[in-house]
C-alpha cells in the first residue's frame, strides 16, 4: 500500500474517533463512561512505552546519537501543551466536562477548544511524521494515539455541553478537533524533509498527553462524581485501582503490538 494512501487511512481512522466520541455524549449511562476511562487508562500506557520504547530510539538513529537538538524539540512540544491547555486556557482538563460553573464564563469554553484542536493538530503531526519515517512506526504511534481519540471526542462534547450550547454545537466541536488531526497529517505530507524535526516535536506532545493529559484523568477521575464546583480532595476521587491497572495493560499491549508487528512483517 503507498504511503499516501496509509495516510489517508490512518487519518480518516484517526478522525473517526474523534466524532464517534461526540456522537457518544447523548449516552449519558455510567457504562459508556466507565469505558471511556479505561480507553484513556490504555491509551496513556501504550502512548508512554511507544514514546519511550520506539520513537526515542528512532529519533536517536535519526540524529546519530547527537540528541541535544531533538531532546529540545522534545522540550518544545512537550511546553506547547502546557502553554496551550493550561496558561492560556483558564480551564481544562481531559475527560467529561462537569465544571459547569466554570464553562459558562465567556470565552473559557472556546479557548478549551482552541487549544483541544491544537493538540490534536500534532495528534495528526505525529502520525505523519512516524509514518513517513516507516509503516513500523507509523502503525504503532497511530495505535497509541487512536486509543485516547474517541475519549478526546467526548471531552470537546461536553466542553460545550457545560458552557450552555446545545448538542449540534458539540458535534460541531468534534468535527472540527477531527479536521485538526486530519489537518496535522496532510501538513507533514507536503513538507516530508521536516520530519526529522516534527518526530521529536510531535513526540514532546504526545508524551505531555499521555503522562499530563491522560493519567491525571485516570488518577482523579473528574467525571466519577458529578461535583460542580469544586475537586473534592478526600481520597474518594481518584479514579479506582482497575482504571490505573489498565495503564500498567496498555504497556503490556504494546509488547503484544511489537511481537505481532515482529512476526507479520518480520521487523
Ligand atoms: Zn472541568
Ligand atoms: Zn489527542
Redesign the pocket.
Known sequence: MNTYLQLLVFGVLASAGNLLGGLLITRKSRTSKARLRYLIALGAGFMLAAVFLEVIPEISEQWQGRMLIPMALLLAGYLLLQLAEHTIAP?F?FGE???TH?MVRRGVAASAVVALSIHTFFDGVAISSGLLTSFRLGLIIFLAVFLHKIPEGFTVASIVLSSGRGVRAARNASFLIAGATFAGILTVSLVKPAVIYTLPFSAGVTLYVAASDLIPEVNHG?DSHNHDHEHKHDGTDHGGKLTSLLVFAGVALFFLTQQLLHMAIGE
Open positions: 480551564h482538563h466536562e462537569v465544571h466554570e473528574f
